[in-house]
């Protein structure tokens, strides 16, 4: 397969560094989307993925390396101006506001990424379409409290949702929940993918990432090893390394 051009790309990295002190946790790593991929990604504990999604998003200034989204250089941009560009991310461990309503849980990354511009009964609206779409607008009121770990990883998504992002990258939204509630979570990102939006989803629990990915992608130790048909990936003996390594 020839590959695209960058220009092409949804999204091109290229040569990501990231150290912490003298301990290299990405060496050099080449990524990229095309509109309306579904991506998986996956890689032992530790081996970089959060720290991927944390420099490729602007939570973290990386050290070396190249991020261009739609043929434009969005590596010096701080986290909100990625995200006022379409590219935004749900965290490993939800963290909400517990003072702030589940509605208003969403109001903020909202008016982080600019879309007061349009005035909050938008803000509103766009909530509410978000919390319809992963089934909490009965919790709109809620307190996050109230929420059960299925939920929270629910109000992550709408978090994001309710940005209309191009691109939504998905750090371990299932870790820890029962089999039926993974479906329920595979089931919307396979949803939010429909409407269009390029979905990289990292995760640990291979029998979903395997239902969800066009592509898959192998990290250990900060280095991508593996970047293609999700089944010739698991073939390798390299990743079956990896694993079995753990
Ligand atoms: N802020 C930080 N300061 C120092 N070291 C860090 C920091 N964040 C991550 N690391 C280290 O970088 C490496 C990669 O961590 P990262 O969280 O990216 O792994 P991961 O692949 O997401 O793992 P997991 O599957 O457990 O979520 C680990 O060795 C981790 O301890
Ligand atoms: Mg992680």
């Known amino acids: 397969m020839t590959p695209a051009s960058n220009d092409d790309l949804q999204l091109a990295v290229s040569g990501l ?7 290299v946790a990405l060496s050099g790593v080449d990524f ?3 509109r309306g991929e579904r991506i998986g990604i996956i890689g032992p504990n ?7 999604v944390n420099c490729l998003t602007g939570a973290m200034r990386h050290d070396a390396g190249e991020i261009r989204m739609n043929g434009q250089d969005i590596g010096g941009l701080p986290a909100h101006r990625r995200a006022w560009k379409g590219l935004s991310r749900t965290f490993q461990l939800p963290r909400p506001f517990g003072s702030l309503s589940v509605a208003e849980n969403i109001y903020i990354p909202l ?6 511009d349009n005035g909050s009964r938008d803000i509103s609206v766009r909530a509410t379409a978000a919390l319809e779409l992963v089934g909490l607008a009965d ?8 929420l059960t770990q299925v939920e929270l990883r629910k109000l992550e998504l709408a978090k994001t949702i309710a940005t209309d992002p191009q691109i939504l ?15 329920e979570i595979l089931a919307l990102l396979l949803e939010i993918n ?11 629990i291979i029998r979903a990432v395997m239902r969800f990915s066009q592509r898959l992608v192998v990290f250990v130790a ?16 390299e990743v079956e390394r990896a694993y079995l390594g753990q």
Do not use: W, Y
Request: aromatic share 4%; with cysteine.
């Open 17 to 23: 560094q990231k150290r912490f002190g003298g301990f």
């Open 32 to 34: 990229q989307a095309k």
């Open 46 to 52: 530790g081996s970089g993925k959060s720290t991927f």
């Open 111 to 116: 008016l982080n990424c600019g879309a007061m």
């Open 139 to 146: 919790k709109a009121d809620a307190l996050p409290k109230e």
């Open 169 to 183: 990258v998905s750090d371990e939204a299932m870790a820890g929940l029962s089999h039926s509630e993974v479906d």
């Open 194 to 204: 429909s409407r269009g939006t390029t979905v990289v989803m990292i995760e640990h």
């Open 222 to 237: 900060g280095e991508k090893i593996a970047d293609g048909d999700p089944q010739a990936v698991m073939a390798m003996p």
